[in-house]
């Protein structure tokens, strides 16, 4: 298996796809870094090895900023600025990349869209959930998520700043707990950006309960400092 990828589990996805990379490539030791701290040639060789394994010629990728954009996809073109990123086009696969932060996937059957969003907690509190929601040409009770791998409540330590910014919105109420330090909190964050989802009507919500903190095969910024990035990749089968 030359790429590791972890297939979102929810149920009747209908024609969309949507597959999670880990760090694990199988055929070497090498690892399936898909961010630009490795350098550009290193960069293309792994993305070329995930495109190989998802049969795609290429992905829609974007320059992530922890931001509220939202990017339509009619093609495949060049890397744009934005956090979130949707398409209707069959065979156009779009994606995001992460290494704690949560990538949702939103998916419609019934109308044939599917969209992913990064979501960190800037993103979360700064509304790019709803930003996404806004975008799309599907009622939010239509649609599906998936949430990928994230780093999980038990391993997520904030400070004041960020819980006093996520309590403004009522699903920061039990996504907080003491951290057992003055000051501290650990953050479920998969559990907010899911109270976000159903507050704005997308009840359907599935969790990969994957951490990428504890879990060494995927990459972690919180755990190891300065790291490589996981892709979290979806598309709409033309069949």
Request: glycine share 10%; net charge neutral; hydrophobic share 40%.
């Amino acid at each position: 298996m030359p790429v590791e990828l972890l297939e979102a589990d929810w149920s009747e996805p209908g024609r969309v796809r949507a597959v999670s990379t880990t760090r694990r490539r199988g055929d070497t030791q090498d690892e399936l870094d898909l961010g630009r701290a490795g350098g550009k040639q290193r960069l293309e060789r792994n993305r070329a090895r995930l495109y190989a394994a998802i049969g795609k010629p290429r992905v829609q990728w974007l320059r992530q900023v922890h931001g509220t954009r939202v990017h339509h996809a009619l093609r495949v073109g060049a890397e744009v600025q934005a956090d979130a990123v949707w398409t209707e086009v069959p065979g156009v696969a779009i994606a995001v990349t992460t290494a704690d932060c949560i990538p949702i996937v939103l998916a419609d059957s019934a109308s044939g869209l599917v969209a992913v969003i990064h979501c960190g907690w800037r993103g979360a509190v700064g509304g790019v959930i709803e930003a996404t929601l806004r975008e799309l040409p599907a009622e939010a009770n239509d649609l599906r998520a998936w949430l990928g791998p994230a780093i999980c409540g038990r391993c997520y330590e904030v400070g004041g700043d960020v819980y006093e910014k996520a309590m403004i919105w009522p699903e920061g109420d039990g996504a907080f707990s003491p951290a057992g330090v003055a000051g501290k909190w650990l953050f479920d964050l998969p559990a907010y950006a899911a109270g976000r989802l159903k507050a704005a009507g997308v009840y359907e919500v599935w969790r990969s309960n994957a951490c990428t903190f504890h879990e060494d095969r995927f990459f972690s910024y919180r755990r190891d400092g300065r790291t490589g990035l996981m892709a979290t990749v979806a598309w709409i089968d033309r069949r």
